[in-house]
């Protein structure tokens, strides 16, 4: 299947600081890419979508001013936590589909943030 | 909420099929049936994936019954390496957004 990497895959941070984390398509152009937070022993939750040079479109509850998301090519989007704090910490899951209403959605491998 | 119901949790015995079950009775008709699985710590893995007819590829087989309401998804040779959450998902049509239930916790036991 077609491949998604995050990057990094596990960052430490102090309480105040932003995070960056990223997420590319290695051999598809990604029309759509989904942000998804996971916290232990629960199931995936959908943060937002990002279409390629357009605004994502975020779930209800998720701030949107404090956590960015860029997807400026067919190949990279972005998520920044902006001042993180601990109740940040959590597996952040991205993935990526392309344009044709079957394609499949692949997953990146998860980016772990503990916010001290 | 997620469009699937799965139960929580499984066991199997190794080398046995392994048969997880899903109902997605509100399916319209031209949404897919998706299959996704997580080994812990890691981002889910694809399996399979269908929409009328029965699919079958080197990881798994997919069953949709007739009137699309549910469908099965069967390991023939189930494995330790196969213990982990398994995603029945229908994604939603005109955006594709994915909401993830809760899964199966597949347990492959010796």
């Known amino acids: 299947g077609a491949v998604v990497s995050q990057h990094p895959s596990r960052v430490i941070c102090k309480s105040g600081t932003s995070v960056k984390i990223e997420c590319r398509s290695l051999?598809?152009?990604?029309?759509?890419m989904f942000w998804y937070r996971q916290f232990p022993k629960q199931s995936l939750m959908l943060m937002a979508t990002?279409?390629?040079?357009?605004?994502?479109?975020?779930e209800q509850g998720v701030e949107k001013d404090k956590f960015l998301i860029n997807h400026a090519s067919l190949t990279l989007s972005t998520l920044t936590v902006t001042s993180a704090h601990p109740e940040d910490s959590s597996f952040y899951i991205c993935?990526?589909?392309?344009?044709?209403?079957?394609?499949?959605?692949?997953f990146g491998p998860g980016t772990r943030l503990t916010v001290l | 909420d997620a469009k699937t119901t799965q139960p929580t949790s499984m066991d199997c015995a190794e080398g046995r099929a392994a048969n997880l079950p899903c109902n997605h009775s509100t399916i319209s008709g031209n949404e897919y049936v998706y299959w996704y699985r997580q080994i812990h710590s890691q981002g889910p893995q694809y399996i399979i994936h269908g929409l009328k007819n029965n699919e079958t590829n080197e990881m798994a087989s997919l069953i949709i019954t007739e009137d699309r309401k549910s469908s099965t998804l069967i390991l023939p040779h189930a494995t330790l390496r196969d213990t982990a959450v398994y995603y029945c998902i229908v994604p939603m049509t005109g955006g594709f957004k994915t909401i993830f239930g809760a899964g199966t916790r597949l347990f492959v036991k010796a």
């Open positions: 993935s990526a589909r392309g344009a044709r209403g079957a394609d499949t959605q692949y």
């Open positions: 051999d598809f152009q990604a029309t759509t």
């Open positions: 990002s279409n390629e040079g357009s605004k994502a479109t975020y």
